[in-house]
């Protein structure tokens, strides 16, 4: 079965890091680019960002909210994906959701979602 | 960018159809055949229903289909059912590599 788990969500201070971390089962972790996206408590949902393959260098991009402060990367041998914050905000509270961003099958198939981890910046 | 422009809410009756527009700009809906559909109901992750502006992934109901002309996307849901009632969100890739979501519809089946 294709699955992703997420991981390391919960309550931290503005200012502060919490990093994220998905992982991936059941398909080959390493042929598919990784994606992460948000959604604020009762709101609709936002891109934060991808990570490339190894093919196209492991490179990633980054919605220009989070540009700076967040860094998406990937352990191909651990299946994981990695989402990195810093300097949190108040308005980076959400649900932050693991995807599979499917140039492989697909032209950009956003086609497996994970459970989601909720995120709370508060003091 | 800006984000999608969606209608807040739908509704219709069990049986009927009912179309969803989403509409953007040449840079992204009309410039790029990479316009996705979700489906998310209360509490659950989003799942994807139409990819490619028009297809439709393995497993998702043929009653679901999408559409574009130019600058809009459409998702068209035939032959309602009560378990559709569901949020509706459109998604485009963009230039640089990014991706953008409308504020998302949400459909009430009467």
């Known amino acids: 079965e294709v699955q992703l788990v997420e991981s390391g969500g919960g309550l931290v201070q503005p200012g502060r890091s919490l990093r994220l971390t998905c992982t991936a089962s059941g398909f080959t972790f390493g042929d598919y680019a990784m994606s992460w996206f948000r959604q604020p408590p009762g709101k609709g949902l936002e891109w934060v960002g991808f990570?490339?393959?190894?093919?196209?260098?492991?490179?990633?991009e980054y919605a220009a909210s989070v540009k700076g402060r967040f860094t998406i990367s990937r352990d191909d041998s651990k299946s994981i994906a990695d989402l990195q914050m810093s300097s949190l905000k108040t308005e980076d509270t959400a649900v932050y959701y693991c995807?599979?961003?499917?140039?492989?099958?697909?032209?950009?198939?956003?086609?497996?979602w994970g459970q989601g981890t909720m995120v709370t910046v508060s003091s | 960018q800006s984000a999608l422009t969606q209608p807040a809410s739908v509704s219709g009756s069990p049986g009927q159809s009912i179309t969803i527009s989403c509409t953007g700009t040449a840079s992204d809906v009309g410039n790029y055949k990479l316009v996705s559909w979700f489906q998310q109901h209360p509490g659950k992750a989003p799942q994807l229903i139409i990819c490619?502006?028009?297809k439709r992934p393995s497993g998702v109901s043929d009653r679901f289909s999408g559409s574009k002309s130019g600058n809009t996307a459409s998702l068209t849901i035939s032959g309602l059912q009560a378990e559709d009632e569901a949020d509706y969100y459109c998604c485009s890739y963009a230039s640089s590599s990014t991706l953008i979501f409308g504020g998302g519809t949400k459909l009430t089946v009467l």
């Open positions: 490619e502006d028009s």
């Open positions: 990570v490339r393959t190894k093919v196209y260098g492991r490179t990633s």
């Open positions: 995807t599979r961003y499917n140039w492989h099958d697909y032209r950009g198939a956003v086609d497996v």
